[in-house]
C-alpha cells in the first residue's frame, strides 16, 4: 500500500505532516507504529481533528522513533502462515471480518465485532494466489522459522501485500496455528518442527551448516570425545553443547562462534550458567 514515513528526529509540525499525508496518500489513511503489535497505537485517520493526538499515540507505541502513514485499502484482510528456512511451506488462508475501520485490539483477542474464517471465504484461484504472494515476501524479506503474511483483497480481486507478523499470535487457537492445522500439521507438531528450524539457524560462513553442526564436528575430532553422543542448540552465534564420551564422562560447553571457527567461553557448571545468560 501507499505510504509515507515520518520519524522523531524530524520534529515535523503535524499540520505539515497532515497536508503531506492528505497530498499524498488521500483520505482515510491510517497512522501505524512501525515496532509495536496487537494494534497499538495504530488510528484511522479521516480529518486533522485528533491528527496530532494520534501521531503522539503512535510515537509512544512505537518507542524507536519511526511511524508510517499508510493509505487506506478498499477491501477486506486476508493471512498467511509461512514456515521454513531453505524449504519454504505456506499454510492455509485465513480471512477477517470486521465491522470497524481495522482489526483493533478488542477484535483481535475479544473477538468484539470481528470475525476470523479459516479456510478464508475467497475461491481456490485466489487462495492459492494468496499463498503464493505470501512465499514470496518471505523470501524477499530473507525470513527464517516462521512469519504471518497479511494482505488486502480488493472488490476488484487485487491481492495487496500489508506487512509480515514475525512473532505473530501463539495460542493453540490463534490464527498462525489455526492455519498450520487446517494443512494438516497440529499444534504439537507445529512446536516441534518450529524448533527443529530454530536449531537449522547459521552462524557465520555460507556453507549452510549449523554452528551446532560445525562444532559437533570439530569435537568429535578432540581427543577423549570420540565414539560419544552429543545434543546441542544454538542461538545467534552462541552454541550450548552437550556431549557424552564413550567412557560414560559427560561435558557441557558454552561456544562462541567465529565465522566456521569457534571460541570456548566457558565448560561445566559455569557454561550452564553462562548459556542461561545468552
Same mark, same amino acid.
Given at each position: ?16 505532516? $497532515? ?9 482515510? $489513511? ?6 509495536? +503489535? ?10 486533522? #481533528? ?19 502513514? #499508510? ?6 484482510? *486476508? +493471512?498467511? !502462515? ?6 519454504? *511451506? ?12 481495522? $482489526? ?11 470475525? *476470523? ?7 481456490? /484461484?485466489?487462495? /492459492? ?39 505473530? +499470535? ?16 497440529? $499444534? ?15 552462524? +557465520? ?50 561456544? /562462541? ?8 567461553? !566457558?565448560?561445566? #557448571? ?9
Amino acid at each position: 500500500a501507499p505510504y509515507m514515513s515520518v520519524y522523531a528526529w524530524e520534529h515535523r509540525d503535524p499540520a505539515e505532516v $497532515f497536508a503531506a499525508a492528505r497530498d499524498q496518500l488521500g483520505l482515510p $489513511f491510517f497512522i501505524k507504529p512501525c515496532n509495536a +503489535g496487537s494494534s497499538y497505537g495504530i488510528h484511522c485517520i479521516e480529518g486533522e #481533528e485528533g491528527f496530532a493526538q494520534a501521531l503522539a499515540d503512535a510515537f509512544y507505541h512505537d518507542g524507536k522513533g519511526k511511524v508510517i502513514l #499508510e493509505k487506506a485499502i478498499e477491501g477486506f484482510e *486476508i +493471512g498467511c !502462515a509461512v514456515m521454513g528456512n531453505e524449504e519454504v *511451506i505456506a499454510g492455509s488462508v485465513d480471512e477477517i471480518e470486521i465491522a470497524g475501520s481495522f $482489526f483493533d485490539y478488542e477484535g483481535k483477542y475479544e473477538m468484539k465485532d470481528a470475525a *476470523i474464517y479459516c479456510p478464508a471465504r475467497i475461491d481456490e /484461484e485466489l487462495f /492459492e494466489a494468496a499463498r503464493d504472494m505470501a512465499k514470496r515476501a518471505y523470501r524477499a524479506m530473507n525470513c527464517s522459522g516462521m512469519t504471518r503474511v497479511d494482505m488486502f483483497v480488493t472488490p476488484s480481486r487485487t491481492i495487496i501485500f500489508n506487512e509480515l507478523n514475525t512473532i505473530p +499470535g501463539f495460542t493453540a487457537t490463534s490464527r498462525y496455528p489455526s492455519m498450520m492445522k487446517e494443512i494438516g500439521i497440529p $499444534f504439537p507438531q507445529l512446536i516441534d518442527d518450529l524448533v527443529d528450524l530454530a536449531l537449522q539457524r547459521k552462524a +557465520g560462513g555460507d556453507d549452510g551448516q549449523c554452528i551446532c553442526t560445525q562444532l559437533l564436528g570439530t569435537l568429535a575430532q578432540a581427543d577423549g570425545l570420540g565414539g560419544g553422543d552429543a545434543a546441542g542448540a544454538c542461538v545467534d552465534r552462541y552454541a550450548a553443547l552437550y556431549l557424552i564420551n564413550d567412557s560414560g564422562k559427560d561435558l557441557f560447553l558454552l561456544l /562462541e562462534g567465529q565465522g566456521v571457527g569457534f571460541t570456548v567461553r !566457558a565448560h561445566g #557448571e559455569d557454561a550452564m550458567d553462562a548459556a542461561l545468560q545468552q
